[in-house]
């Protein structure tokens, strides 16, 4: 059991590039999730899904893009990089309500 | 608004010594609350979940719905516990069990 898997580890990307961070879980968990984590703060929501083919906002869903065609799969889109995307990406499925979240190692992304 | 607030960055203590990790939150529906911890190198994980009413590691929390509050206690700190703590509000129901962070304490436990 992988658990939750999250593709690249590190990334630097110029500014206006595009790029996909990959996230699977092997958990058959239903809910998962995007979280950013910048410097001294704690972790904010990107965007959710419940199910596949289904997808919702967190709090800070601008200049991303995600999509959830099957269970396992929960890749998170940037489609013009900005310098104020420079973070920490976590990717979390749950099971149930999400009610326990388990968390990927994270990818720690730059924009320059 | 939903919000959770940890006060304190850091905390410093010695060996032995109690450590108390405050966590407030506001939230107008009945709260779920949880700490999650990260070790070193390591992942977040759930460290324990305020409806379980366990000791994990030696560690409790009660939640205080008059003073919105959930702090983490240990009466003993053990080095092993030097650890990023993060408290969270669980939007469980009709929310996609999201989760609200706090900001994050650093605990260190000095020798």
């Known amino acids: 059991n992988a658990g939750v898997t999250q593709t690249p580890k590190f990334r630097i990307l110029k500014i206006g590039q595009s790029m996909t961070l990959q996230c699977t879980q092997d958990?058959?968990?239903?809910?998962m999730y995007w979280y950013r984590q910048d410097p001294g703060m704690g972790l904010k929501l990107i965007y959710y899904?419940?199910?596949?083919?289904?997808?919702d906002k967190g709090e800070v869903p601008n200049g991303y893009n995600v999509s959830r065609s099957t269970t396992e799969d929960f890749p998170l889109r940037l489609e013009l990089a900005a310098p104020s995307q420079t973070s920490v990406y976590f990717c979390a499925s749950g099971g149930g309500q999400g009610y326990e979240q388990f968390f990927g190692p994270g990818t720690r992304l730059t924009v320059l | 608004a939903q919000r959770v607030t940890q006060p304190e960055k850091l905390l410093s203590v010695f060996k032995g010594a109690p450590v108390e990790l405050k966590c407030n939150y506001s939230?107008?529906?009945?709260?779920?609350l949880f700490w999650y911890v990260q070790y070193s190198r390591q992942r977040l994980q759930l460290l324990l979940r305020?409806?379980s009413r366990e000791s994990i590691k030696g560690f409790t929390a009660d939640l205080n719905k008059g003073e919105t509050s959930f702090h983490l206690k240990k009466p003993f700190a053990q080095e092993e516990d030097s650890a990023m703590y993060y408290c969270?509000?669980?939007?469980?129901?009709?929310?996609?069990?999201?989760?609200?962070f706090g900001q994050g304490t650093e605990l260190s436990v000095k020798p």
């Open positions: 969270a509000l669980g939007l469980i129901y009709n929310q996609g069990g999201k989760l609200i």
């Open positions: 939230y107008s529906g009945s709260p779920e």
């Open positions: 305020h409806i």
């Open positions: 899904s419940v199910g596949a083919g289904i997808t």
């Open positions: 958990m058959n968990h239903n809910y």
